[in-house]
């Protein structure tokens, strides 16, 4: 067993750690850093196998103990088992697909296509004024994701900094305080169950008020199916775009060629932000699984009754599925990159982190053309879920009059 992979040399060099596990652990018995055994699973051919596989459950309804039995002596899961059930990305079929069908209904394409306009003049009015020195995460790359989820759930705009606090709260509660995390994933349960009641008396043109409307053969979710979901797609919906944003960003600073190209062809955006995403994912692992029955992954032999993670920041960077993997190329095709996971809970908010990206990234471009970073100390944040900066300072003269 490796003692504890996510600790300072994690901090400071995430894919220096994944590149070693490749090569030598692919599917690593490891301990998380509140004392839970896992096996960590790290090459792209096995992370996507594992992602379709039905023998490892997602459904701790199945296994209630599951977190406990993996405990070391002294560890505690408590902030790791503070996730919210009752919803998609925590069941298993045959109740995933009736939940993601309603989602579905509500969650549509249209619903996204219809959002663009909003998105763009949110984040021209971020970007207005901003110039000098400044920290691109706090006045930026945190403010349009909450902006947007805000809005597309419904949520009243004076609560959106209490809401986006306690959520991000709850999805970095691996490296916080696990007393910290339950009662963070609380106050936001209670919140939401009081919208949502809220929104079934008065429904508006939102998430959460199409999806009370939502049925399919006469199901509709449940009050709790409700308010589990809109948890999920909430915390979902902010914390991820936020990191693709920087990270995206990070990356082409770092690299003035790329960031020239880029600006010559605005064209590539799109395809530049699927190589953010392969390259410098906002993703490290995805959520706990478990084994319902002995299973070999890679090659390894798991028991069942094991916990198991998939870190899909490791694949993207697997040079088995890619040439010149830690190279960044905007005019790279990356195919199918797992930054959005796979198989059946494959991110479903997808099309909207990709549309809020886009407008990021071109906007930025537009508006400052000189941005450079005014930083090398950069600190990644603590945590194994999320793969982010704790800030990136940037510099830039005069903003762009292009728009």
């Known amino acids: 067993m490796i003692n504890k992979v996510f600790d300072q040399e994690y901090l400071r060099d995430p894919h220096g750690v994944y590149a070693h596990l490749r090569r030598e652990q692919p599917v690593a018995h490891t301990i998380t850093s509140q004392g839970v055994r896992v096996w960590l699973v790290t090459r ?99 403010q349009l994701p909450a902006m947007v989820v805000g809005e597309l759930l419904g949520i009243p705009e004076p609560d959106w900094p209490k809401v986006i606090r306690w959520s991000n709260t709850t999805i970095e509660g691996s490296a916080l305080d696990p007393g910290e995390v339950v009662a963070a994933a609380q ?99 995805s959520t706990y699984r478990f084994t319902t029955e002995p299973v070999t992954i890679g090659g390894t032999d798991i028991p069942a009754g094991a916990l198991v993670l998939v870190s899909l920041l490791s694949a993207n960077r697997d040079a088995g599925q890619y040439e010149r993997a830690d190279e960044l190329d905007v005019t790279r095709d990356p195919g199918q990159h797992l930054a959005f996971g796979h198989g059946i809970h494959y991110c479903l908010g997808a099309p909207l982190a990709r549309v809020e990206g886009e407008i990021a990234f071109r906007h930025l471009l537009e508006r400052f053309p000189d941005l450079e970073l005014a930083s090398a100390d950069l600190t990644w944040r603590p945590g194994m879920l999320m793969h982010g900066l704790e800030r990136l300072p940037v510099r830039t003269g005069s903003p762009s009059t292009r728009t």
């Open 44 to 142: 792209y051919e096995d992370v996507r196998a594992a992602l379709n596989d039905p023998r490892l459950s997602k459904d701790f309804h199945r296994n209630p103990h599951v977190m406990k039995d993996n405990e070391m002596e002294g560890g505690d899961s408590s902030g790791a088992a503070a996730v919210v059930p009752d919803n998609m990305l925590f069941s298993d079929p045959p109740d995933h697909e009736r939940l993601r069908r309603l989602v579905v209904k509500a969650f549509t394409a249209g619903r996204v296509r219809a959002m663009r306009p909003r998105i763009e003049e949110l984040s021209t009015g971020l970007l207005d004024g901003l110039g000098g020195e400044f920290d691109l995460i706090k006045e930026y790359a945190v």
């Open 187 to 285: 106050a936001t349960i209670a919140y939401l169950g009081e919208l949502c009641a809220a929104k079934r008396d008065n429904p508006g043109d939102d998430l959460i008020s199409a999806m009370v409307q939502a049925h399919d053969d006469s199901s509709r979710m449940t009050a709790s199916e409700l308010v589990s979901t809109s948890w999920l797609l909430l915390v979902a919906g902010h914390e991820t775009t936020v990191h693709l944003i920087a990270n995206g960003m990070l990356a082409l600073l770092s690299r003035p060629d790329q960031f020239a190209a880029l600006r010559a062809d605005p064209a590539l955006v799109p395809q530049a932000v699927e190589e953010f995403l392969r390259f410098d994912g906002p993703i490290s692992t």
